[in-house]
Nanobody, 127 residues
């Protein structure tokens, strides 16, 4: 069974920073990409950022460009999201997602391309 475990969420004031982590464990899969999605209160889940697990190429939602940085440590099998200059509208449950090699490889923005998900970690930004 694939396990993705997020950590690092919490409460922070606007302008502050947080670093999320997502550790892969259990039955591993050959990842084409890993990504972060988020679900604000009362809204649907939305794409935040993705990284190609082999070459490190990254993709960001316009709303987080210049403020968030996605990275990975292949040796530790861990995904990160450094979030700076946080805004109240960044408040959401943040989910780590895994995209294996296959027909959906490279389709970063579509939730359906990610069969593996973590349990989520809450990020709350106060104004």
């Amino acid at each position: 069974q694939v396990q993705l475990v997020e950590s690092g969420g919490g409460l922070v004031q606007a302008g502050g920073s947080l670093r999320l982590s997502c550790a892969r464990s259990g039955h591993t899969f050959a990842a084409y990409a890993m990504a972060w999605f988020r679900q604000p209160p009362g809204k649907g889940r939305e794409f935040v950022s993705a990284i190609n697990w082999l070459d490190g190429n990254t993709e960001y939602a316009d709303s987080v460009k210049g403020r968030f940085t996605i990275s990975r440590d292949n040796a530790k099998d861990t995904l990160y999201l450094q979030m700076n200059s946080l805004k109240p509208e960044d408040t959401a449950v943040y989910y780590c997602a895994g995209q294996p090699w296959g027909p959906s490889s490279g389709n970063y923005y579509d939730l359906k391309g990610y069969p593996y998900w973590g349990q989520g970690t809450q990020v709350t930004v106060s104004s």
